[in-house]
């Protein structure tokens, strides 16, 4: 094992996967001699060649559509979306074909299409630049939504992404791509499967029940609170849909306990439908309200301070989970 960024995580899967099949090739806004956004795809043009390594307009529609299209003719495109909140330019081809064609023509085509957005808040790039669209999208059905926080699962899901039937949406959380994490050598061929969660911190007393860039604050949070007795187990989701339920209920049943913590907004949520999931298939084993740590209910502000005051903190997940545990637990 080393370590690596998840940034140069993600780079390798698309490496190896377009190695691994010549269908496989990567289009988006400036992703060629620039080297993406996030410098994701960074020489990948001088290794494969503008046939493989596509620049395209700013035109979200017209790419996403190209893409599908592409996908559809037997060819595995890799799709950069420059940020998940250009995607509503692109929301009706996302919506209305890549997740419907598989239905609607009796399961003849499939669309091997990996969509990937950075998402999320906590860089100054405001309100049209923070938002966490994950509900919306794992609301439809046909679609594959997952969200990596580790750059382990970043390069292993991703190759599984790139060869999934299926259109996948990979959000990646802009403040993960510097994080560092281990990841087999390159020679070590792995991926991860997509429709899997993972416990993180096991824990008896609460389950904390997260994703991406939150499931590491959650975890300094069970940090913190094991100083003071109370043994937190943190889940980290990893795919949005489909839903890894059997891993949320067992923890539940043994915890009884639950904190979801989330980035987006709260109503109408992510963590609303994870919280009536959890009511509908273990509300005998709840020994307390769940509750549910969110954003601020506001578009996300420029200014630093009344950004950082918007996200949800350790400190905000911490005084949940002592609002629901017994003050006895660890004493």
Same mark, same amino acid.
């Given at each position: 094992?080393?370590?690596?960024?998840?940034?140069?995580?993600?780079?390798?899967?698309?490496?190896?996967?377009?190695?691994?099949?010549?269908?496989?090739?990567?289009?988006?806004?400036?992703?060629?001699?620039?080297?993406?956004?996030?410098?994701?795809?960074?020489?990948?043009?001088?290794?494969?060649?503008?046939?493989?390594?596509?620049?395209?307009?700013?035109?979200?529609?017209?790419?996403?559509?190209? !893409?599908? /299209?592409?996908?559809?003719?037997?060819? @595995?495109?890799?799709?950069?979306?420059?940020? +998940?909140?250009?995607? %509503? =330019?692109?929301?009706?081809?996302?919506?209305?074909?890549?997740?419907?064609?598989?239905?609607?023509?009796?399961?003849?085509?499939?669309?091997?299409?990996?969509?990937?957005?950075?998402?999320?808040?906590?860089?100054?790039?405001?309100?049209?630049?923070?938002?966490?669209?994950?509900?919306?999208?794992?609301?439809?059905?046909?679609?594959?939504?997952?969200?990596?926080?580790?750059?382990?699962? !970043?390069? /292993?899901?991703?190759?599984?992404?790139? @060869?999934?039937?299926?259109?996948?949406?990979? +959000?990646?959380?802009? %403040? =993960?791509?510097?994080?560092?994490?281990?990841?087999?050598?390159?020679?070590?061929?792995?991926?991860?499967?997509?429709?899997?969660?993972?416990?993180?911190?096991?824990?008896?007393?609460?389950?904390?029940?997260?994703?991406?860039?939150?499931?590491?604050?959650?975890?300094?949070?069970?940090?913190?609170?094991?100083?003071?007795?109370?043994?937190?187990?943190?889940?980290?989701?990893?795919?949005?849909?489909?839903?890894?339920?059997?891993?949320?209920?067992?923890?539940?049943?043994?915890?009884?306990?639950?904190?979801?913590?989330?980035?987006?907004?709260?109503?109408?949520?992510?963590?609303?439908?994870?919280?009536?999931?959890?009511?509908?298939?273990?509300?005998?084993?709840?020994?307390?309200?769940?509750?549910?740590?969110?954003g601020a209910d506001v578009p996300m502000p420029y200014s630093k301070a009344l950004e950082r005051a918007a996200l949800p903190t350790k400190a905000d997940i911490i005084k949940a989970v002592k609002a629901i545990v017994p003050t006895h637990v660890g004493v």
């Amino acid at each position: 094992m080393r370590t690596i960024t998840y940034r140069d995580a993600l780079r390798e899967a698309i490496r190896e996967e377009m190695w691994r099949d010549e269908r496989v090739f990567i289009m988006g806004e400036d992703i060629a001699g620039y080297g993406g956004t996030y410098a994701v795809t960074k020489g990948l043009f001088e290794e494969f060649g503008e046939k493989r390594v596509r620049d395209t307009p700013l035109a979200e529609e017209v790419i996403t559509g190209t !893409a599908i /299209g592409a996908a559809l003719g037997g060819l @595995r495109p890799i799709l950069e979306l420059m940020t +998940i909140n250009f995607s %509503l =330019l692109a929301t009706d081809l996302i919506v209305n074909s890549a997740a419907k064609f598989h239905y609607m023509f009796g399961g003849q085509p499939e669309i091997p299409l990996v969509i990937r957005m950075p998402s999320g808040g906590g860089a100054q790039r405001g309100a049209q630049h923070s938002q966490m669209f994950e509900s919306w999208y794992g609301h439809i059905p046909g679609l594959k939504v997952v969200m990596p926080a580790t750059p382990y699962d !970043a390069k /292993g899901m991703l190759k599984s992404a790139v @060869r999934d039937p299926n259109p996948v949406l990979f +959000i990646e959380h802009e %403040l =993960l791509y510097s994080i560092k994490g281990e990841v087999p050598d390159e020679d070590v061929e792995y991926t991860v499967p997509l429709h899997l969660g993972e416990v993180r911190r096991l824990g008896r007393d609460v389950t904390i029940l997260t994703f991406s860039r939150m499931a590491h604050i959650s975890l300094q949070a069970a940090h913190d609170l094991a100083k003071e007795g109370i043994e937190a187990e943190v889940i980290d989701l990893k795919s949005i849909r489909p839903i890894d339920i059997d891993l949320l209920i067992d923890s539940v049943k043994k915890t009884n306990r639950v904190v979801i913590a989330e980035e987006g907004w709260k109503y109408y949520g992510t963590g609303q439908g994870l919280a009536a999931l959890i009511y509908e298939n273990a509300f005998d084993y709840m020994d307390a309200p769940i509750q549910h740590i969110t954003g601020a209910d506001v578009p996300m502000p420029y200014s630093k301070a009344l950004e950082r005051a918007a996200l949800p903190t350790k400190a905000d997940i911490i005084k949940a989970v002592k609002a629901i545990v017994p003050t006895h637990v660890g004493v």
